[in-house]
């Protein structure tokens, strides 16, 4: 089992830029596919990008061009830098992690940060 703690949300105005962090310890992060999701109130959490173990990203429609995910496995970090931030982008964001391939299925990532909330103001 990882565990992970995100950091870097915050209050924004639309258009501007916020840099998330995931902090993983209890194992080397190389041997897990890594994920961010996000939860808006009285919605679903919903897949926003992945990046499998080799480094291969994925990422949600909505966010395309204007997120980027990575990860630093000798760190045990992974980010999530967003730009050109939208009102619909606020969201408590997660951090998940699973062992071998990504998924954009929640349900399939076992180990989650507490999550870091996001607020994008117009």
């Known amino acids: 089992q990882v565990q992970l703690v995100e950091s870097g949300g915050g209050p924004v105005q639309a258009g501007g830029s916020l840099s998330l962090s995931c902090a993983a310890s209890?194992?080397?992060?190389?041997?897990?596919?890594m994920a961010w999701f996000r939860q808006a109130p009285g919605k679903e959490r919903e897949f926003v990008a992945a990046?499998?173990?080799?480094?291969?990203?994925y990422y949600t429609d909505a966010v395309k061009g204007r997120f980027t995910i990575s990860r630093d496995n000798a760190k045990n970090m992974v980010y999530l830098q967003m730009n050109s931030l939208k009102p619909e982008d606020t969201a408590v964001y997660y951090c998940?992690?699973?062992?071998?391939?990504?998924?954009?299925?929640?349900?399939?990532?076992?180990?989650w940060g507490q999550g870091t909330q996001v607020t994008v103001s117009s």
């Open positions: 209890g194992q080397p992060l190389s041997t897990y596919a």
């Open positions: 998940a992690a699973k062992s071998l391939s990504t998924s954009r299925a929640a349900n399939e990532y076992r180990d």
């Open positions: 990046i499998s173990r080799y480094g291969l990203t």
